[in-house]
């Protein structure tokens, strides 16, 4: 079996254990995983990008996986599918010789 | 060979074609999964969980997911070793017996 | 003197005592006001939209409050001009014939 | 009258003749508020402090504030006491003795 599933098994156990589903509609787990990515950004408040603090760039980092897991899960989503079906059709807003070394949004190449 | 390096690869191999290392520092990648993140939360804007666009959500989770595999490969970390060990540090914060059916922050138990 | 100048001073007040105008660039005030909307969020998480505290929404919108004014403080902005200017461009895009009692964005219209 | 019930009277005017308020909840509103921010932070995204455009700036920060107002709005809370209080609170958890030059969060001073 996939790590990917793995990771999601053990989340979901978790959370079974708890009793927690009820909470987990679609828009809070997207709240969730809001907060958690801000959660890690806070990390480099202030800062330059090498001064955050490694541990805790672990345990926001994994925080942010939990709820964007979970919410491939309630999907029923391939992270892996879709994640390469998206690198795909940026290929194409992104073409190489229009944006190699340009930090641009498509929309302002 | 694991799911989770394989979308890696794939990842580095776009950014590097495109010569776009040198903007991925890592607080600019925390602030990219931010802003990725933010834009699926915006499928659930002004409505209920189950109203959300589904083939919306693949693009703006697969984006989140790009972000976070990036962060995860630039800090050389596992994804599943961390998110595992975060689930064991949560059980220690959300016991069973404490949580159970209950959506309170772990300060507020 | 209005209102807005009035916290604007006092903002910056508190930040010169501590000589914290060396952080105080652009980019790090955009970051520090995402984490507070995050904070603010945060209280609505799990829950239902009549249930967050009112004691801590009162703390997270002040400091939500706070650097959205160092931000205009930054840029000589004027709110007060700066929001009707955007309430009129708004007009344009949201033409009461076309979007009363709908709630998608303008770009679904 | 105060210039903040003055944008707040022109926010209510607009979401009025749109029929808005019902889709306006406390919990829909800090969503939104934490998108335009997200909207605002995308202006910095690659880039350092002080390359973001000025122009839409101004368009992202009155935004933000026009969601912070009409948050502050339904909770009848008044802009400028919650953040002078707000100022006040913080002065005690950064005393200028400890916090002065220093970044920190008062959490690690």
Known sequence: MSDIRD??????KFRDERDWEQFHNAKDLAVALNIEASE???LFLWKSANEADHERIKEELADVFAYALLLASKY??????????????NALKYPINKSKGIAKKYTDL
């Open 7 to 12: 990771i999601q098994n053990a989340l979901i």
């Open 76 to 89: 029923e989503l391939d992270v892996k599918e879709i994640v390469l079906a998206k690198i795909e059709k």
């Open 40 to 42: 890690l950004l806070e």
